[in-house]
């Protein structure tokens, strides 16, 4: 008796935008297992492990509040110091390390495109799944930090921006795609972006809102910070947690309006070198 097999037939893509979701889709299963890659691997061999998604933060804290709530007497608009600091950093480790995990993509898996087809885009899309469970425990930290400040007379209470947090971070995450899979194009033939991005993202850290308000700056020179798509976010998930901060629906749009920009040059470059890396990596 003959059994049918099936066959898959791998197509040349029509246009730079082209993207089969559902073929996506369909490939959810190693999804997950990259996910699952993604973070057994990152702390792998580790005496810590996992616990340094809560010290590394502590420790950023930490010196933070030495250095620029001690000694550089920066505001914190009346927020402890602490929850300040690590409200701010929390989003921003979720926006950086998926913008460094997504931006090797096609440099460090390589080997593994040229020898079996898959969706390429499952491997930046896997690691910004895969930044959300660090990102869950680093929240839980800063929940625990922000019960204990209420339990020792912090006023907290909740705003439209706290049920918004969602939606701060699925953009954070998409900006982060975004940003990743444009870089990763273009490393591809030009290497010494990868050393670049290292000292970008720390100089983009610096020029968004985390260790200083908004609400420092001089009325006429806010525009520019708010220019930076991250700090509208970092301000509405401050402002979510909280209850302070310089936030807007003006700039969230502009910050929206900049996140999905980025994503489509980012899948339009990604589907351009995608059919040649091969050549050049």
Request: charged share 10%.
């Amino acid at each position: 008796m003959n059994q049918l097999s099936k066959q898959l037939i791998i197509k040349p893509r029509k246009h730079i935008l082209d993207i089969n979701l559902s073929e996506i889709w369909r490939y959810r299963d190693l999804v997950m297992l990259m996910v699952r890659r993604d973070f057994v691997s990152q702390y792998k061999q580790t005496i810590f492990g996992p616990i340094w998604y809560f010290l590394t933060p502590l420790f950023n804290v930490v010196i933070y509040t030495f250095i620029f709530s001690t000694i550089a007497g920066i505001s914190t608009d009346g927020i402890p110091p602490i929850l300040f600091y690590l409200s701010g950093l929390t989003l921003w480790n979720y926006f950086s390390g998926t913008l460094q995990g997504t931006s090797n993509t096609f440099v460090t898996n390589s080997s593994l495109f040229g020898k079996v087809y898959f969706p390429r885009l499952i491997i930046p899309i896997s690691l910004t799944i895969s930044s959300l469970i660090r990102f869950g425990i680093q929240f839980g930290l800063l929940l625990a930090v922000l019960v204990y400040y209420i339990f020792t007379g912090f006023a907290f209470q909740a705003n439209v921006y706290t049920f918004l947090l969602p939606v701060v971070l699925l953009s954070t995450a998409v900006l982060s795609l975004g940003c990743g899979v444009i870089i990763s194009s273009l490393t591809t033939k030009y290497r010494d972006l990868q050393y670049v991005l290292t000292f970008g993202i720390q100089l983009w850290m610096y020029v968004t809102p985390i260790i200083y308000p908004v609400s420092i700056l001089p009325e006429k020179y806010k525009w520019i910070a708010l220019i930076n798509p991250m700090a509208p976010l970092i301000e509405a998930f401050k402002f979510g947690i909280l209850g302070t901060g310089t936030v807007n629906a003006g700039a969230l749009m502009y910050s929206f309006g900049i996140t999905l920009g980025l994503l489509v040059v980012g899948i339009i470059l990604f589907n351009k070198v995608e059919s040649t890396f091969m050549d050049t990596v």
